[in-house]
């Protein structure tokens, strides 16, 4: 592996933890490293010597990176320091004297560039609905009226002491439908009544109607009943809280008070419509993603779909299952985290470390905390790679791990999810039927659903090891999703122990065939219209239809658009078929116009037509000469109506 110039400095933290020089340097090849016994405190020196040099620099250290960064302001530097955190990932562990390949993977993939990612303006402004059953609404919204435009909702049956003096607004009423986002909630209220300044001993108001709508930047519900969203704790500026827990109330009316102003958010998918199976000549046929979004930030929009970035909170499903490319992450974007699995992989690997297991942990971090200042750390062979969400990762990323020589992969899943993780575990699923096709054996990549440091350190170290790959792939992953799935899944195949042409695949999976009754197919071609992708094609000069797999991705339309429904979805991945030929499905010979001689048509479909026709028809019955028009091209057909003077109407000719 070769590595772009610089300075790595490397520190036992006062001799806590071993350091492997050498190995470091195998991995990172290229760069000079520095080791230090005490670098932010009687060496700081050294680090002074360094920063002030132009050189890309890295420090095996996160604890003391304020320190360090505000030393390297002093001296002027301007670029960027890239702090990795050694000691709780390797230094600490039992497996310490084991873990200098380790160190060198993680330095390394912390020096793999990121591209910057995407930004959407979220602007909200200061008006905020309370919508709860009894005083704490009233009590939140007296210490938010200060700060923001509050109104509260009381949703009935509630009995409300009327105010001394009307601050903000309460009203009566039950919320039937919330839409929007934050900054752009829409609310539709039913029994909305406004408070009679009468009031006396309780609240009272006056006549409700239904279905008044009304629009807010945030909404702080403290009714205590069912959500108004589906998985809430993803919908920004909604803030759903239990009304019988305090702590957490004054917390939520913080947070409140401070949702004000213009706000900068990822746009976590980049979408690309043309290239969305989703729906074509209104037949429904891709719908993985929309069976999946957690956040409902997917809807349908003519023959694609439409996912709303101020609502999408980054799960990455519908990008992880996307069989198209046309929904990608952009946090990173997947070429981009394969880079850095790559790096680690292969400095893992040259710097003398073996059957390397990934662990994917996107809220680890506190957990490998625990589990190596009061635990025995991590093992020295399993390299934690942090992802915005495990959702995210999907096949390609996967077989580029095992391509690049992992021997496991683990996702790390909290024990209560905040969403649903079905598309994770669809793509484990797959996963683990290739590489079991492929002769890796069963069980190589899985899931760990704890929040137990214990219990993490426990399945980390039951892992079985593994052999790897014969020889581990070195491809630099570059390209939109699709084709890195394809040159992953070559890769994998290349390097695997059976190197099968063929594997059977479960439904939903974005491989595969199509199979046909050609008996009962009338060559329409109504399937090659519907293919959003090419991979069902015909012939503009007889009449036949090709099927090209390495382009099908099993939406499904073709099956659904087909009228004689004599089409049969088969998933599979035939390593084969990107440099197959396009394969004839049915072809038949052509019918010739009888005016011109240019073939139109389906031979046995007209014959058939008109054998049909001449018996059942009263418009043909007894009249071959209109019984020619079926058999003449759309040219001759014209002409031929015009010349004869055909009336439509007329039973005879």
């Known amino acids: 592996m070769t590595s772009s110039p610089g300075h790595v400095i490397i520190c036992s933290c006062e001799d806590t933890m071993p350091l492997d020089a050498d190995a470091v340097r195998r991995g990172c090849r290229g760069k000079e490293v520095t080791t230090a016994r005490q670098l932010c405190r009687s060496e700081l020196d050294r680090f002074h010597a360094l920063a002030g040099e132009a050189a890309p620099l890295m420090v095996g ?33 039992s497996d310490a004297a084991n873990a200098g390949p380790k160190m060198a993977a993680l330095l390394a993939a912390a020096a793999e560039p990121v591209p910057d990612v995407p930004l959407i303006d979220i602007e909200s402004n200061d008006v905020v609905l309370i919508y709860g059953r009894g005083e704490e609404a009233v009590e939140a919204g007296a210490m938010l009226k200060e700060h923001v435009d509050v109104t509260v909702m009381i949703e009935p049956p509630a009995a409300i002491a009327p105010p001394r003096m009307t601050d903000f607004p309460v009203v009566k009423g039950k919320i039937r439908i919330a839409t929007g986002h934050f900054g752009a909630f829409d609310v539709t209220v039913d029994d909305f009544a406004q408070p009679a300044p009468s009031s006396r001993g309780a609240l009272s108001f006056g006549s409700a109607r239904d279905g008044v709508r009304s629009r807010c930047d945030i909404i702080l519900d403290l009714s205590g009943g069912k959500a108004l969203f589906t998985a809430a704790d993803l919908r920004d500026g909604y803030l759903r809280v239990d009304p019988g827990h305090p702590t957490a109330v004054l917390q939520a009316i913080l947070k409140a008070r401070d949702l004000v102003g213009t706000f900068a958010k990822p746009r976590y998918i980049a979408f690309h419509p043309q290239l969305c199976a989703h729906s074509r000549s209104q037949i429904t046929g891709c719908t993985r993603c929309l069976d999946l979004c957690p956040a409902g930030a997917i809807v349908p929009a003519g023959d694609h779909v439409s996912i709303d970035p101020h609502i999408c909170a980054g799960c990455g499903q519908c990008a992880a299952v996307c069989p198209t490319g046309a929904a990608s992450y952009a946090m990173p974007p997947v070429d981009a985290l394969m880079r850095k699995l790559r790096v680690m992989l292969l400095a893992y690997r040259e710097a003398g470390g073996e059957r390397a297991v990934v662990h994917d942990d996107p809220h680890g971090a506190p957990l490998i905390d625990a589990l190596a200042r009061f635990g025995d750390g991590l093992p020295a062979n399993v390299l934690p790679l942090a992802v915005n969400e495990v959702t995210q990762v999907g096949l390609e990323t996967v077989a580029a791990a095992f391509a690049y020589g992992a021997s496991a992969l683990r996702f790390l899943l909290r024990d209560r999810p905040r969403h649903d993780v079905a598309g994770l575990l669809r793509s484990v699923a797959l996963a683990n039927t290739i590489l079991a096709g492929l002769g890796f054996g069963d069980g190589r990549v899985s899931t760990i659903e704890t929040d137990d440091p214990d219990l993490l350190g426990d399945a980390l170290r039951e892992i079985p090891s593994m052999p790897t790959t014969r020889q581990p792939a070195g491809f630099l992953p570059l390209g939109e999703k699709r084709s890195l799935m394809r040159h992953a899944l070559r890769e994998l195949r290349c390097a695997a122990p059976d190197p099968v042409d063929r594997i059977a695949l479960p439904e939903q999976s974005p491989f595969g065939a199509v199979e046909i009754d050609v008996s009962g197919c009338t060559l329409c071609l109504s399937c090659v219209s519907a293919c959003p992708t090419g991979a069902l094609g015909d012939d503009p000069d007889r009449p036949m239809l090709r099927f090209t797999e390495d382009a099908c991705v099993q939406c499904g339309l073709c099956q659904s658009t087909c009228p004689e429904k004599v089409i049969t979805l088969k998933p599979q991945l035939d390593f084969r078929a990107g440099a197959a030929a396009a394969r004839v499905l049915k072809e038949e010979e052509p019918f010739c116009c009888i005016r011109c001689g240019k073939p139109f048509g389906v031979k046995s479909t007209i014959e058939r037509l008109t054998a049909k026709l001449q018996n059942h028809s009263w418009v043909y019955k007894g009249s071959p000469r209109r019984l020619d028009v079926i058999k003449m091209c759309d040219d001759c057909r014209a002409a031929f109506v015009w010349e004869e003077k055909f009336d439509p109407h007329a039973g005879q000719v």
């Open 61 to 93: 250290c996160t604890q003391e990176a304020p320190s360090f960064s505000e030393v390297a302001a002093e001296k002027g530097r301007t670029s960027p320091i890239s702090f990795v955190n050694l000691r709780e990932t390797a230094g600490w562990s």
